[in-house]
């Protein structure tokens, strides 16, 4: 969580606590940005790295004078209930891996034109070492990822000059076979300014085909030697070749369906969320999910225990939680209207709606916060307006979404109940 520590749940995110946070009770306290956590799989100890820094590898934080402050990394035994520090740096550290060959074998992301690198511990964090710099990188790793026989693969992400604006050439994706003594460039020059995640794709066995984010601006305005190179990047091949299969100038991350081949979910900064079922086609097609409303998605998840639920993180959203059936199924959820147009008024037991009476208005769904259609109110033919009793809800997010007599989605509308 981003400047306020961990949360918790019991109940499969219907309420969060702070009860489990290293800084409990949560305050005004450094350190308090959680950038990764991971569990051990053989003896279920989690890892975390938590900096005073947020927001890293956005447009204001990739200038050296933008990036400072310490950074812990964290070790707990008993599900979070406690944290042990296991090392404190004076930068901040923004990911951390699992060797699945060793689980005393550990990596860590340090951000420092100087210091910054790859760090490597062989004893669960007792001991850490720098590795060798990837050439031309400087000082900014963002990824890793080890595979299944050991190797690395990492991202750099950006770096700019001192007019924050200038990107040097120092971004992209590294590979080593061998624990960091040595690296090899396997970067494209699309993707030598401002690379962001790299996955692999889960249903390869032979791990040869991964998937690249990549920025062709900054959060708010072009740069200007990056601009045009946005998109999602794939290789089959091992970073030999690359391709662009997904165009977009701030495309954030890629996650692949667990059990659909050709099946992923792009999130795109004030872009929101996008899906596509055959990336593995010569050209793949991709569409927006407007049931997802939030602009700013940053990753999605899969539940392990349910492949149909699926979790986003957000930048200033919250977290957020969806059925697969209702986020995937976009056929009417496309608003050919702007909600501007559409007056919804929330009165004590009401919620009062009215639109122009040339969108022949015949349905109106709610959504819950998980995507769930929780009612239908079909309309009589004509109106201009309707109410809904809101005391048949529970307090909570909702969504409202009017379609018309051809089924269409004329406007998606957010509404909190209390």
């Known amino acids: 969580m981003t400047d306020i520590g961990n949360q918790f749940t019991q109940d499969s995110g219907n309420t969060y606590t702070f009860s489990r946070n290293v800084f409990y009770p949560w305050g005004t306290v450094a350190k308090n940005n959680w950038y990764r956590m991971v569990a051990d799989p053989m003896d279920h100890t989690i890892y975390a790295v938590a900096s005073e820094i947020n927001d890293m590898y956005l447009g204001y934080r990739l200038n050296d004078d933008d990036i400072s402050g310490g950074s812990l990394v964290l070790k707990s035994n008993n599900y979070g209930i406690t944290w042990d520090t296991l090392i404190e740096m004076n930068y901040p550290i923004v990911w951390l891996a699992i060797d699945p060959t060793n689980s005393s074998r550990l990596y860590i992301s340090v951000v420092d034109y100087q210091n910054g690198g790859i760090y490597k511990t062989e004893d669960k964090g007792k001991t850490w070492k720098k590795l060798l ?149 010569e050209i793949p097609s991709f569409k927006r999910l407007e049931s997802f409303y939030f602009p700013r998605p940053k990753r999605v998840f899969f539940d392990p225990y349910d492949k149909q639920k699926i979790w986003l993180t957000t930048m200033g ?27 919804v008024v929330q009165l004590d037991h009401n919620i009062s709606l009215s639109w122009p009476k040339n969108y022949d208005i015949s349905k109106i769904n709610m959504f819950d916060i998980y995507g769930r259609n929780v009612s239908t109110n079909n309309l009589s033919s004509n109106l201009a307006s309707t109410e809904i009793h809101s005391d048949q809800y529970t307090s909570g997010l909702y969504f409202i979404q009017l379609q018309n007599t051809n089924n269409q989605s004329v406007c998606n509308q957010k509404i909190i109940i209390r």
């Open 317 to 343: 959203g919250g977290i957020w939680c969806g059925r697969e059936r209702e986020i995937t199924n976009t056929k009417n959820i496309q608003p050919i209207h702007s909600c501007s147009s559409i007056n």
């Open 133 to 281: 710099t990837p050439p031309r990188t400087e000082g900014h790793p963002y990824n890793i990822l080890v595979l299944k026989n050991g190797d690395l693969l990492v991202s750099y992400s950006a770096r700019t000059l001192e007019d924050r604006v200038t990107l040097t050439t120092s971004s992209g994706i590294f590979y080593s076979r061998n624990q960091g003594l040595s690296w090899e460039d396997l970067t494209p020059s699309e993707m030598m300014f401002y690379t962001k995640d790299i996955i692999i794709d889960p249903h390869d066995p032979l791990e040869n085909t991964w998937y690249a984010s990549v920025w062709g601006r900054f959060t708010t305005f072009e740069g200007p030697n990056n601009a045009g190179n946005g998109g999602i990047y794939k290789t089959i091949d091992r970073g030999k070749t690359w391709k662009r299969i997904f165009q977009n100038e701030m495309a954030e991350s890629m996650t692949i369906h667990p059990t659909k081949t050709n099946a992923m979910y792009v999130t795109v900064e004030f872009g929101g969320l996008y899906y596509s079922e055959n990336i593995n086609s």
